[in-house]
């Protein structure tokens, strides 16, 4: 099992997000609600996997994303978007992400791609 850190700007996403992947059998390490505590928290705790909301305050999934890459290119990153984003999406995915899941979460669809992504 996993070792993932949560990085969402909203605490029930964080929270929803973090029962899924508990009950997945994972072990959420940590959280973060923007883009900096995101990238600072990857290099503290460097977990496993990481569930990175795409439109935050601050610094935003995209960028956040990209700086956790030059520190480790083979971070695994799940992008988390709401309906309506595709074009992010692509984006997201041409910049390195694994996979990406879409509010409001499917408890199935999310460990399916956690767990393919970790695989």
Known sequence: MANILIVDDAKFIRVTLSGILKNGGHTVVGEAENGEQAVELYKQLTPDLVTMDITMPG?????AMQEIKEFNQTAKVIMCSAMGQQKLVVEA??????????KPFDENRVLEAV???LS
């Not at 610094?59 to 960028?63: A, H, I, L, S």
């Open 59 to 63: 610094k935003n999934g995209m960028e």
């Open 115 to 117: 767990n393919r992504v």
């Open 93 to 102: 995915i041409e910049l390195g992400a694994k996979d990406f899941i879409v």
